[in-house]
């Protein structure tokens, strides 16, 4: 005989999967602040849940695979029977064979929480990109991410429920699923940019003299975090640079969509300091790069490279065209001079 799953359990799983509109979620959090009770057969859910083994931080996950191991694991674990306040799982395995569409989990850990006292208990989730690569995600809510080298995003385990935070530092490529209840902040030191649905380059590594916000489709909201108060709207194909040395901000009009190219290879450098194409080239290639000369630090330059394409060497013979500057090679060691 087939078993009912009651309300509040299907509330939960949906939740669990990334799926809740934002009634079923207010309902849900509503029955989580009920009683220490609720709150506890909610833990014992979503333990079930992240038992599964269906956490994946590279990729969407396949929705069949993902069924039959949350079966799988769900219907061999007997310990799990034993808990208190544990529902049945056969429950879960005749509810998880007839929703199997709520099982295409969008990220590695996809769960809702009902209350600070739930997240309290749990880390934050990092992913880090290493030097010389890049890494392609997904977040709970669909969101795709691309990290540049040396870059890395944090959020809450509680991510998509009370609030979609991202902590960046680093580069990153943005795709965001647009939820008006929920708008989507990306924090980095001195500058956040907050937006309910586009596409849009942050790049703000802790080195860097600028932190650049390029927009490419949508509307997004930037705040100045060195100047309280200071906040602006971005429209398609605007850049906003925040000097973080000054605290100044300024937004300019500019072809934003190279600026998100290094995801499929490229280096497109429109009209960046010195300094921070020296450092990406360091960061993408390895090789460690100085600046000998002052003059230089303010130099500015516009320039393409293939890094499947380009090495190191052609790169700086490029820039050595443009008749500013020149180079020596030592090894991995690099010198960059004024040309006089």
């Known amino acids: 005989m087939e078993q009912k799953i009651s309300h509040i359990d299907e509330l939960i799983l949906s939740s669990l999967s990334g799926h809740s509109d934002p009634d079923e979620t207010g309902e849900l959090k509503e029955w989580l602040d009920a009683s220490p009770e609720n709150r506890e057969h909610f833990r014992a859910v979503r333990e079930i849940w992240l038992a599964s083994g269906v956490l994946d931080h590279a990729s969407r996950f396949d929705k069949n695979r993902a069924a039959e191991r949350f079966l799988a694991r769900t219907g061999n674990d007997t310990n799990i029977h034993r808990k208190k306040g544990l529902p049945l799982v056969v429950r879960y395995l005749s509810y998880a064979a007839a929703v199997a569409a709520l099982l ?90 907050k937006v309910l649905g586009t596409r849009f380059n942050f790049s703000n590594y802790p080195d860097n003299e600028e932190a650049i916000v390029s927009l490419i489709e949508g509307k997004v909201q ?15 194909d605007e850049k906003a640079f925040l000097n973080k040395k000054t605290g100044q ?92």
């Not at 930037?222 to 398609?236: D, F, I, R, S, T």
């Open 249 to 340: 901000m300024r937004i300019l009009s500019h072809r934003t969509r190279p600026s998100s190219e290094w995801t499929n290879g490229y280096l497109c450098f429109d009209n960046e300091l010195l300094p921070d194409i020296v450092k990406t080239l360091e960061r993408s290639y390895n090789v460690k790069i100085s600046i000998a000369d002052k003059s230089l630090e303010t130099a500015r330059f516009y320039s393409d490279f293939s890094r499947q394409e380009q090495s190191i060497e052609d790169i700086l013979r490029l820039l050595k065209s443009t008749n500013k500057l020149t180079y020596i090679i030592e090894g991995k060691n690099i010198i960059l001079r004024e040309r006089k």
């Open 222 to 236: 930037v705040k100045n975090l060195m100047n309280v108060g200071e906040e602006k709207n971005m429209a398609p």
């Open 104 to 193: 295409l989990i969008v990220s590695h850990i996809s769960y809702r929480q009902g209350g600070e006292e739930v997240k309290s208990h749990f880390a934050d989730i990092v992913i880090e990109a290493p030097m010389g690569a890049k890494t392609k995600m997904h977040l709970p809510d669909g969101t795709l991410v691309w990290l540049n080298a040396n870059s890395r995003i944090t959020y809450s385990q509680g991510f998509g429920v009370s609030d979609r935070n991202v902590g960046l530092d680093g580069e990153g490529y943005f795709e965001v699923t647009g939820n008006a209840a929920l708008p989507f902040f990306v924090k980095t030191e001195g500058l956040q940019v």
